[in-house]
């Protein structure tokens, strides 16, 4: 009844209709945050190269600059007396020229460093870009945060209402750009609607007796919107031109960007800014002839990848009796079909091929048992943990399954001709050692800068004379792969060479879905490119323990112990820390067991986000309820409230500690974890998150939009660590059990820092 009375007291005052104006400004504040940050990074991955270090260094630098922010920035500027809501519409509405300008950019980078369409951007270069470009909008979108915050403390509200609204507002900004804005709008559509979106917001928070400061916005917002709708995707296509000279085309999926360039009748397409094939080509000669040729009566054949780059024009060349072709992006059969020359495009129509939109890995692990002679995998190397799923000893198992007792595996990687470095010697080495499980027989095979692995269980000759009888036999019409070809391949120096270093005996690490050591190895020879001592400092990383890793957590909980202070800081940062390490291992084992579909990735993500908001609304709940215990003056009510405030920041790192006990345990079972487990294990870890910051800003006792800030920044290095150290680094080296034990651990001392 107290309560009810209350309530009615509180909306009698207008205290909620003034609580809900900003609540409204910060859930805009996180919908523009999280849409502009998933577009930076498909911005960046299109631009650079697109590994797991790229992916945590952006994260990191976009977590970081918002710590800035927030903590930074934001705690000077909530000294001043009073902020007003003018100040925050100023702020939001500064977002839409900055979000342009950070774009525009961007597309033009290549052009200011002077690379090449295709080529590789300097490491230097990239660290620098992925680095300074967050700094044109995170740090204005923590300083909102903390800004925002205190206007929600002087109208009466909770720093944990703050967090609330900006979680709900990511949640649907997440929702959005996931499953609406990159299928349906242009990047730059969507950047200038996310201004549109921060001046109406501007122009709202405005509403209330501000109308000569509401006429500043409203304009904006219409002119800003007139040109999203007109001209967006004119503006879009023109920044690309800039670095895509000869571009015919383009388009955005769910996977990144595809273009086209035209070069005297010939077509290149590119993938995410890198080579994906060029029509003319002889390399598919390789891919398709070296596996079939060293089959003796293939049938039935399995192509993963690579089918619109001419594999399929050259299987078909083979008495084959049909072609299961696995494409993942359907947008890529739609700009083949647009693109390529008729010849080539009306191979998807004939009738031994049978094209399949999904993951090749999930159609692999349900295809029926021995379906095929054959199976060719034409994939990008094990670059990131999405791709590595096809190089680890499970899919290997998975193919044998697949194959007839007979049956033939390929896969190529690229490589060197003549001298592998260390780095690359490991990669190779780890790949070939880890198909050995599967396969008793292989034959590698190098060709200029490729090196192809033949696998198979059957007894058939593999070797020079064989294939190229069967190449004469079948009456296959080639350009490259000849019978003296053939010969050349098998004969030649490399040929001797690579079989004696690939049977050295050199000790490497097996690649598997728990411990995806070999996008680790791809990494380290991506960065030897261009700083080749580099390859020295990732052999030392590679010892790497988790008793190591314990030891910066003993001392900073030895140093909170003595500034007890800091106790709830660094708690908080640590569950960002593991909130981001369980995000990732999540995805990684949800894209193991079901495939990368991005349908079913964005649910994964959708429950992370809702449970972040859930578990907001969860600590706020608590929050007054605590905080009605002890509106009296006595000790023993305040006291009591102190202490469940501490009890419930210890359950929050016991959620941690358990939920990372749990995760472990569900990827040992031997049988497949169905999907909606990781959508639920997803929301868990979001809501850990989520309820831990407004329990937080209570135990700290001081509710200033200073404090909030502090713990807002903490929260976000924590995460920043996570993405940074996590993702590259911990990850590919200890395995997914073993940085599910470094989580719980992480738990286990922000335990031992609040008791």
């Not at 009466?156 to 709008?185: D, K, M, P, R, W």
């Not at 549109?196 to 500043?216: E, I, Y």
């Not at 992006?329 to 009306?346: F, N």
């Not at 209570?698 to 713990?711: I, K, N, V």
């Amino acid at each position: 009844m107290l309560e009810r009375e209350g309530f009615v007291e509180f909306v009698k005052d207008r205290s909620l209709s003034r609580i809900l104006d900003i609540g409204v400004a910060l859930a805009t504040l996180g919908f523009i945050s999280t849409v502009s940050q998933v577009m930076l990074m498909r911005e960046l991955v299109a631009t650079f190269y697109g590994n797991e270090l790229l992916f945590g260094l952006a994260l990191m630098a976009w977590l970081i600059w918002g710590a800035v922010g927030a903590w930074g920035i934001g705690g000077r500027l909530t000294q001043w007396k009073r902020t007003s809501p003018f100040t925050f519409a100023i702020g939001i509405s500064a977002m839409a020229p900055l979000l342009i300008a950070q774009m525009v950019l961007l597309r033009g980078i290549r052009i200011i460093l002077g690379t090449t369409p295709g080529a590789y951007v300097d490491f230097g270069n990239t660290v620098l870009t992925v680095v300074l470009i967050p700094t044109f909008f995170c740090p204005l979108a923590g300083l909102l945060f903390t800004l925002g915050t205190r206007l929600m403390l002087e109208r009466h509200g909770t720093a944990g209402q703050a967090y609330f609204f900006e979680s709900c507002g990511a949640v649907v900004g997440g929702l959005l750009v996931s499953f609406v804005f990159i299928h349906l709008l242009s990047v730059f559509q969507v950047i200038l609607s996310l201004g549109v979106l921060a001046f109406t917001s501007a122009s709202h928070l405005m509403w209330d007796g501000q109308k000569h400061h509401r006429s500043l916005f409203l304009p904006l917002a219409i002119a800003l919107g007139a040109v999203a709708l007109a001209g967006g995707i004119a503006l879009d296509r023109w920044t690309l031109s800039w670095q895509w000279h000869d571009m015919v085309s383009y388009a955005e999926s769910p996977y990144g960007r595809l273009t086209v360039q035209a070069r005297d009748g010939q077509r290149a397409f590119y993938t995410n800014g890198l080579l994906s094939f060029e029509t003319q080509s002889t390399f598919p000669e390789e891919v398709a002839h070296f596996p079939l040729l060293a089959h003796p009566h293939p049938r039935h054949v399995l192509l993963i990848g690579g089918g619109v780059a001419g594999n399929l024009r050259e299987i078909l060349k083979h008495p084959i009796q049909h072609v299961t072709y696995v494409e993942l992006d359907p947008q890529v059969i739609t700009m083949a079909r647009a693109h390529l020359p008729p010849s080539e495009a009306k191979m998807l129509e004939e009738p031994r091929v049978r094209v399949i939109l999904s993951d090749g890995r999930h159609y692999v692990a349900n295809a029926p048992k021995h379906s095929f002679d054959v199976i060719i995998l034409d994939l990008p190397p094990p670059t990131t943990g999405s791709l590595n799923r096809f190089y680890t000893r499970e899919f290997f198992a998975q193919v044998r399954q697949a194959l007839r007792p007979d049956g033939l595996f390929a896969l190529g990687l690229p490589s060197a001709e003549n001298y592998w470095s260390p780095e690359l010697m490991r990669r190779n080495l780890s790949v070939y050692e880890t198909l050995k499980t599967a396969f008793p027989r292989l034959l590698a095979l190098t060709s200029g800068d490729h090196l192809f692995f033949l696998a198979t269980p059957g007894s058939f000759p593999m070797n020079a004379a064989a294939m190229s009888e069967r190449l004469i036999a079948r009456a296959i019409q080639t350009r490259q792969v000849t019978p003296s070809y053939i010969e050349y391949v098998f004969s030649n120096d490399r040929f001797t060479a690579d079989q004696q270093r690939l049977a050295s005996g050199r000790t490497v690490r097996l690649n598997e879905d728990l411990v995806p050591i070999c996008y680790y190895y791809d990494l380290a020879l991506w960065l030897s490119r261009f700083y080749p001592a580099v390859g020295e400092l990732f052999e030392r990383a590679g010892l790497i323990n988790l008793a190591w890793l314990s030891l910066p957590w003993v001392l900073i909980v030895l140093l909170t112990r003595y500034r007890r202070h800091w106790a709830v800081p660094v708690a908080i940062a640590g569950v960002g820390l593991a909130h981001m390490m369980l995000q990732v291992v999540i995805l990684i084992a949800f894209q193991t067991e079901h495939g990368t579909v991005y349908s079913s990735v964005g649910m994964v993500v959708t429950a992370f986000m809702a449970g972040l908001a859930a578990g907001s609304a969860l600590g706020n709940r608590l929050t007054r309820l605590w905080e009605r215990r002890g509106t009296t003056r006595t000790g023993t009510a305040q006291n009591a409230t102190a202490r469940s405030v501490r009890f419930g920041l210890i359950g929050i790192q016991m959620g941690v500690i358990g939920l990372s006990g749990l995760l472990v345990g569900l990827l040992w079972l031997p049988y497949e974890i169905p999907a909606v487990a990781f959508g639920v294990l997803a929301a868990a870890a979001g809501c850990i998150t989520g309820a831990a910051f407004p329990l937080a800003v209570l135990a700290l006792g001081e509710y200033t939009a200073s404090a909030a800030g502090w713990l807002y920044g903490a929260d976000l290095v924590g995460g920043a660590l996570g993405a940074g150290l996590g993702t590259t680094l911990l990850l590919p080296l200890l395995g997914i059990p073993q940085v599910c034990a470094f989580t719980a651990l992480i738990g286990v001392a922000g335990l031992l820092c609040l008791l």
